[in-house]
């Protein structure tokens, strides 16, 4: 069970906007009407217990960061519809949205570019993709193999804008305890990169700015780095000169925090006769705004997933009047491994080959990007594993043959992967007088179970019973840690509790209380060279209605190599809500972009469509035992993001098994399917 | 300055929350849900959407399911409303809390409340022998299995992808 388990059960654990404050004030986000133009003016409205009004006609002293989102209201430029242009600041919570609604804002508008095209005229290499990677790498003579290749796959996959959605929208009690201190308690990822980020913002030093999370209702990469919430709390509380209250509004969220962007992928695969890879080419086109580049990685995973010797992964973003993607669980695997997976699958029908047997063929010996040896590579073990327990062996390749009344049903494989990232952290343990431990350390748990993982850590290091230990996190007043992003939390985290727990032994000896600290910085920086990534592989069994054009997903089974899984209950939750959010992406996530106004139309929860209980069947997770002492003291990789990476491929390749037709742009909603397989003669 | 509206219209109302009686003043704009956590600061139901479409804020309204967002404050008065906090009795956690425990139904747990009590409601309406929509014989009285449980439990959203443990947890609590 979870050690916080009963305050979220009772509803005790106190989220970010629910902690009380002495003559609060409530602030309201106002956003842009048009997607491009700039601001005229701004008037307020005259009602009682308005407060103030932040606007760019008045732009607030704030000093710049990298991220110009954050730059609030020192633009009266509008770089796409949603962004947030102005705040109000009222005594009560329903006056502050009646002021925001009150607010009158003069627009010149003008004309706005804001669709995805591969061709587009816009397009450009980045400097870097997202997470610090070449835009391009090339190894031998990639379009020459391709071109002479026996067998080969040359397929355009499109995916959609999508959106984290945590339950939680983002939102932040800020609170001026002297003109040079600032208390946040603020939904996010990481306190320690919130704190930083505020104090640069507002030029106060680091020492007195205090961000308090201690819950978090979820983030999926979208409170990974800050977003304009706690800026515009802090400048709204200062400007009020009273503690202030805001959370953007689930519509807000559409375009104020962050999404995955669209892609436009194109894979080239060309492949011997038994179907040993000799070409791979991978490119992939993406959007960003105007006021930050963000460059989703979506053919990254492609180094690192097959032996070739030639392969090719490039990036393209254009720069339009949109609102800023971000980080969406797994950025860049996930979009990427739908196609690389995808066109495996169509490798494999093109070759004659089972989809495992294609894998298992063009098993790399080293990491094809670096040529650097993997710390552990288990996919081959997962694909045989989730054969077995999924009953692949029986299975049929003939696609568009298994009718069960009025529906098709159908059954698809692809591999999964994500980095497995330790990243430097501080971490203090005190032995207590009373034979306790308190662990401190500045992680975050937005629902990953870090409370209760990094308890498992110390107790096991500490040789104590996991009640004996107590552990604080969520404050950026604690040791300094990394982000819960990147699947490297509990890694990096856990890591520096285990050796400050190790220093703790070493003085247990002279009495108590004793205290000991760690810095995994100096060890990180110099530990050897290895590939390090975990492995998966995604089965689904789908069934295709062929009234209706519905899928539904009826088996979905994720097996993962992903070093020592510390605690069984909690990751099995992970890798299941990954594979949730993976079955969402296959089947109904999509933004749906209104050209005449700029807009991603279904920007709620009724239009924007999440899975339901009713949409999840019997999901199942396993993994393989899997020793990696190249990993951190734990051995054990980050499992965060791997549970969403190909099971879009998974079902996709269902769906394409139960009927025999190749969908290649998702979601495979109804109104996409049905048309196709009318077109291709399957009907009831 | 443009013309702005009236100031607030308030309203005094008594509510029987978590079986104690409260009297409370509320804007007549305001939802149920900002009465039960801006006012009286039992902030366990959640906004998640604020339009009805996510469930975090569900309740027990006069022994119902109800999303505390699409209440207005003022038309509840005189009724019942049970939340999140009002679920235990004392110390003791209820069979639906012990179940999402023992089966991790939650995870970052800010859909939990909402779940917790729509469960509980399930419970009830079920026990009652109301059909769903997936009840093949609406005269009948539909045996709570898993994908009664699913249905009833689709009007609350978890982004967790906490399903798994949700519906384990609903099928122990009606044993």
Not at chain 1, 109 to 138: C, I, Q, S, W
Not at chain 1, 380 to 409: I, K, M, Q, S
Request: proline share 7%; hydrophobic share 40%.
């Amino acid at each position: 069970m979870r050690i916080e388990g009963r305050a979220k059960v009772t509803g005790e654990a106190k989220y970010a906007y629910e902690y009380p404050a002495e003559d609060v004030a409530y602030a309201f986000a106002v956003t842009s009407d048009v997607a491009r133009g700039e601001v005229l003016s701004v008037r307020a409205p005259e009602l009682p217990g308005l407060i103030t009004v932040l606007s760019c006609m008045d732009p607030p002293d704030i000093a710049p960061v990298s991220d110009a989102e954050l730059h609030l209201f020192q633009s009266r430029t509008v770089s796409y519809r949603g962004q947030i242009i102005a705040a109000v600041v009222a005594e009560t919570l329903e006056t502050a949205r009646e002021a925001g609604r009150l607010l009158e804002i003069e627009y010149a508008p003008h004309e706005m570019d804001v669709e995805l095209d591969a061709d587009h005229p816009g397009l450009y290499r980045p400097e870097k993709v997202n997470g610090g990677f070449a835009t391009e790498l090339g190894s031998g003579e990639p379009a020459d193999a391709f071109a002479g290749s026996p067998v080969r796959v040359d397929v355009t996959y499109a995916t959609p804008a999508e959106y984290n959605n945590p339950m939680e929208p983002h939102a932040t009690l800020a609170e001026w305890t002297a003109p040079d201190r600032l208390v946040v308690h603020d939904s996010n990822q990481g306190s320690v990169v919130v704190r930083d980020t505020l104090a640069q913002i507002f030029g106060l030093d680091p020492e007195h700015v205090t961000v308090v999370s201690p819950h978090v209702g979820g983030g999926f990469g979208s409170k990974g780095t800050p977003r304009p919430v706690p800026v515009l709390a802090a400048l709204a509380a200062r400007a009020a000169g009273r503690p202030v209250k805001l959370a953007v509004t689930r519509q807000q969220m559409f375009a104020t925090v962050g999404y995955r962007t669209p892609t436009v992928q194109r894979v080239r695969l060309g492949a011997d006769p038994d179907g040993r890879l000799r070409a791979v080419l991978h490119e992939a086109v993406a959007q960003t705004s105007r006021i930050r580049e963000f460059a989703e990685q979506a053919a990254v995973a492609t180094r690192h997933m097959y032996r070739t010797p030639n392969l090719y992964t490039g990036h393209q973003v254009v720069r339009l009047d949109v609102p800023s993607p971000s980080w969406m669980r797994a950025p860049g695997e996930t979009p990427g491994m739908y196609v690389l997976e995808s066109a495996m699958d169509e490798l494999a029908y093109a070759a004659g080959l089972d989809p495992i047997e294609l894998r298992v063929r063009n098993e790399p010996e080293t990491d094809p990007d670096t040529g650097l040896p993997f710390s552990s590579r288990n996919l081959v073990a997962c694909l045989n594993e989730g054969a077995d327990r999924f009953g692949w062996a029986h299975r049929d390749p003939r696609p568009g043959v298994r009718r069960e009344g009025r529906t098709l049903v159908g059954t698809g494989v692809a591999a999964a992967t994500y980095p497995a990232m330790t990243m430097p952290a501080k971490a203090r343990v005190r032995a207590n007088e009373d034979g306790t431990f308190t662990v401190s350390i500045a992680a975050a748990d937005i629902g990953t179970g870090a409370r209760t993982v990094l308890t498992v850590v110390a107790a096991e290091t500490l040789k104590a019973e996991p009640d004996a230990v107590t552990v604080r996190i969520g404050s950026s007043d604690l040791p300094r840690a990394p982000l819960a992003g990147g699947s490297m939390g509990t890694a990096s985290w856990g890591h520096a509790v285990a050796r400050a727990c190790e220093a703790l032994l070493a003085k247990l000896g002279d009495g108590l209380p004793q205290e000991a600290e760690a810095d995994t910085a100096d060890e990180l920086k110099n530990r050897p060279q290895y590939a390090r990534h975990a492995f998966g592989a995604h089965f689904a069994e789908t069934a295709v209605d062929l009234d209706t054009g519905e899928i539904r997903v009826r088996r979905l089974l994720g097996v993962y190599a992903a070093g020592r899984i510390l605690n069984p209950q909690t990751a099995r939750s992970q890798f299941l809500g990954g594979m949730t959010m993976g079955a969402g992406m296959a089947l109904m996530e999509r933004g749906v972009l209104d050209l005449e106004f700029g807009d991603y139309l279904n920007h709620d929860l009724a239009q924007y469509h999440v899975p339901v209980c009713a949409d999840i069947p019997d999901i199942d997770a396993a993994w393989i035992e899997e020793a990696d002492p190249h990993l951190n003291a734990m051995g054990a990789k980050g499992i965060g993001e791997i549970g969403i990476v190909g099971v879009a491929a998974a079902i996709g390749n269902a769906v394409h098994h139960a009927t025999g037709v190749r969908f290649r742009e998702l979601p495979l909603t109804p109104p996409a399917v049905l048309p196709a397989l009318a077109a291709h003669g399957l009907t009831a | 300055m443009v013309s702005g509206s009236a100031p607030p219209v308030r309203a005094n109302i008594v509510l029987t929350v978590n079986g104690s009686l409260r009297r409370l003043t509320v804007d007549t704009r305001a939802s149920l849900l900002d009465a039960l956590r801006e006012t009286l600061g039992l902030t366990g139901a959640k906004k998640g959407c604020d339009h009805g479409q996510c469930g975090a804020c569900t309740v027990l309204l006069d022994g119902r399911r109800a999303n505390a967002c699409l209440a207005l404050a003022v038309a509840q008065d005189g009724s019942d409303v049970v939340t999140v906090e009002g679920l235990a009795d004392g110390e003791r956690l209820s069979p639906v809390q012990e179940a999402f425990l023992a089966h991790d139904g939650y995870q970052c747990g800010y859909c939990t409340p909402g779940q917790l009590c729509s469960a509980t409601g399930v419970l009830r309406e079920a026990a009652r022998g109301w059909p769903s929509a997936v009840t093949a014989d609406v005269a009948s009285e539909p045996p709570l299995d898993d994908a009664e449980i699913r249905e009833r439990m689709s009007g609350n959203l978890c982004r967790c992808g906490a399903y798994q443990g949700i519906v384990a947890a609903v099928r122990e609590a009606a044993r």
